[in-house]
């Protein structure tokens, strides 16, 4: 068995994966999380190493609203595709085969929101966005009382493999999620369930910071 063959999944696997991620990609669609073809998902199959992994992601620039058989295929850990394809893989697969790298983790998803491009522009010079006391803090499996978390953000080049150092840098290993600035949030899970738990929940923070800021603005106006 090649060492390429050792870390590929069974078509069973691969079929698995494929199916979640169709139904994550159709349950974001429906809550306007993919405008103007932005966003991308990925879910990892088979053996893992932090140098030998293949995960299935979203392929670039497509309609993520729309189902279609050239929504995904399979990339390596360096994201390059592992078969033959016409289908150019997600811009970002350097991003999340980074995340892959230095968390081990089995899924990568990634929205643009209005309110995660607004707030990592607001901290942006704090360099996270903080989050205080919030009983949602516990999906990121932080059961502190009047937990205090920072939501990582780095800044957003137009060359993506220069925004991977900064991620590599950024990354908290007890926060499940990272914010390029002004362009959106990756967040990741063991599986597909609880990246999704972890994106809800980010984005219900970031909502929640942002009109915090607003009450805080207006109570100082009096
Ligand atoms: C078209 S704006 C969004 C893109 O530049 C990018 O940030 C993104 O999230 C989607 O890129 P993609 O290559 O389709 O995975
Ligand atoms: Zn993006």
Known sequence: MTLQEEYSATTEEKQRALAEL???????SGRGWFPGTSGNLSIRVGAYAPTRFQFAVTSSGRDKSAQTPEDFLFVDESGRP???????????????????RLTGCGAVFHVHTVFNNLISEWF?????????AVELIKAFNIWDQ?????VPIVPNYADIPSIVPEITAALDPRIPGVLLRNHGIYAWGANAFEAKRHLEAFEFLFEYAYRMELLKGSARRG
Request: glycine share 2%; net charge negative.
């Open 124 to 132: 942006a010079e704090r360099g996270s966005v903080p989050v205080d």
């Open 22 to 28: 169709r139904n994550i990609k159709a349950d974001f």
């Open 146 to 150: 009047d937990a205090r978390i920072d």
């Open 82 to 100: 592992c078969e033959a394809t016409a289908l150019k893989p997600s811009a970002e697969t350097l991003i999340h085969c980074e995340i892959y």
